[in-house]
């Protein structure tokens, strides 16, 4: 809804399939704003990661403080930047939110060898300045939030180059871990309006493929392991009448040779 409102996607929808990021975007941050902080963003936020401990303490602390419908929204903020796709704020943090979904990072240097912040064109070191502009004396933190593997890869392009400003908190988080974070809530309690909108974010980020791999569950995984043989038994019991032996005779020289050499 946000995505057609915004002009991202064309009243005939003939624009679609090039504004799936945006409509992504819109579909689960436009719904999870309707619950309080602590019912519904507060689970998406403990999920990100940041490459220093102190700055992942701080920020769990800040989000542990935050309750209700204090945060201000504003999708896809324009600014000499560029256009980021999600701003929330208060009185004390803005928080820059840049969402991928099938497509990478827009903009990239052509020259490895920048790491001055102020001269980079890499699309999260733009941000980046943006944020540091919006702060205001608040805490700036500049979220990348993607499937698992784009997200990976962008971290690890990014950790070793210092192209993101210094005053700004860089975090990673992937729609995965958001979807693990979400099916751990205990619905129990909640007002059915609440229940539906967690269902339906869950529903809308398992549609995605956004599944995570738990590992395997099944039975024969839950076994004691002995030094004794495993039974097999089959529902099908093998008799000399279901036992079937190839009929050819295997004939020298027509499936084998034997060399004597």
Same mark, same amino acid.
């Given at each position: 809804?946000?995505?057609?409102?915004?002009?991202?996607?064309?009243?005939?929808?003939? =624009?679609?399939?090039? *504004?799936?990021?945006?409509?992504?975007?819109?579909?689960?941050? #436009?719904?999870?704003? !309707? &619950?309080? @902080?602590?019912?519904?963003?507060?689970?998406?936020?403990?999920?990100?990661?940041?490459?220093?401990?102190?700055?992942?303490?701080?920020?769990?602390?800040?989000?542990?403080?935050?309750?209700?419908?204090?945060?201000?929204?504003?999708?896809?903020?324009?600014?000499?930047?560029?256009?980021?796709?999600?701003?929330?704020?208060?009185?004390?943090?803005?928080?820059?939110?840049?969402?991928?979904?099938?497509?990478?990072?827009?903009?990239?240097?052509?020259?490895?060898?920048?790491?001055?912040?102020?001269?980079?064109? =890499?699309?999260?070191? *733009?941000?980046?300045?943006?944020?540091?502009?919006?702060?205001? #004396?608040?805490?700036? !933190? &500049?979220? @990348?939030?993607?499937?698992?593997?784009?997200?990976?890869?962008?971290?690890?392009?990014?950790?070793?180059?210092?192209?993101?400003?210094?005053?700004?908190?860089?975090?990673?988080?992937?729609?995965?871990?958001?979807?693990?974070?979400?099916?751990?809530?205990?619905?129990?309690?909640?007002?059915?309006?609440?229940?539906?909108?967690?269902?339906?974010?869950?529903?809308?980020?398992?549609?995605?493929?956004?599944?995570?791999?738990?590992?395997?569950?099944?039975?024969?995984?839950?076994?004691?392991?002995?030094?004794?043989?495993?039974?097999?038994?089959?529902?099908?019991?093998?008799?000399?009448?279901?036992?079937?032996?190839?009929?050819?005779?295997?004939?020298?020289?027509?499936?084998?040779?034997?060399?004597?050499?």
């Amino acid at each position: 809804m946000l995505a057609e409102i915004h002009n991202k996607i064309s009243q005939t929808g003939s =624009n679609l399939s090039d *504004r799936l990021e945006d409509k992504l975007t819109g579909d689960f941050f #436009g719904t999870i704003r !309707y &619950l309080p @902080f602590e019912l519904g963003l507060k689970h998406v936020f403990v999920t990100v990661e940041f490459s220093q401990d102190q700055i992942k303490k701080n920020w769990l602390k800040f989000i542990e403080e935050q309750k209700g419908y204090i945060v201000q929204w504003e999708f896809w903020h324009r600014g000499e930047e560029g256009e980021i796709d999600l701003l929330i704020s208060n009185d004390k943090a803005v928080i820059g939110i840049e969402v991928k979904y099938l497509s990478g990072i827009s903009s990239e240097d052509q020259d490895d060898g920048i790491q001055d912040y102020t001269e980079s064109l =890499n699309q999260l070191a *733009r941000y980046s300045r943006m944020m540091e502009k919006l702060s205001n #004396g608040r805490e700036a !933190y &500049l979220l @990348f939030l993607a499937p698992y593997e784009m997200m990976n890869t962008v971290k690890k392009n990014i950790d070793n180059r210092s192209i993101i400003s210094p005053s700004v908190k860089l975090g990673f988080m992937c729609w995965q871990d958001i979807l693990e974070s979400l099916k751990s809530l205990n619905l129990d309690g909640l007002e059915i309006g609440q229940q539906l909108i967690l269902n339906d974010l869950q529903a809308l980020l398992t549609k995605k493929g956004f599944i995570r791999f738990n590992g395997f569950n099944s039975k024969i995984f839950n076994q004691p392991i002995t030094r004794t043989a495993y039974s097999f038994n089959h529902e099908d019991s093998i008799s000399e009448g279901t036992w079937a032996w190839p009929g050819k005779i295997i004939e020298e020289d027509v499936f084998y040779v034997y060399n004597n050499d």
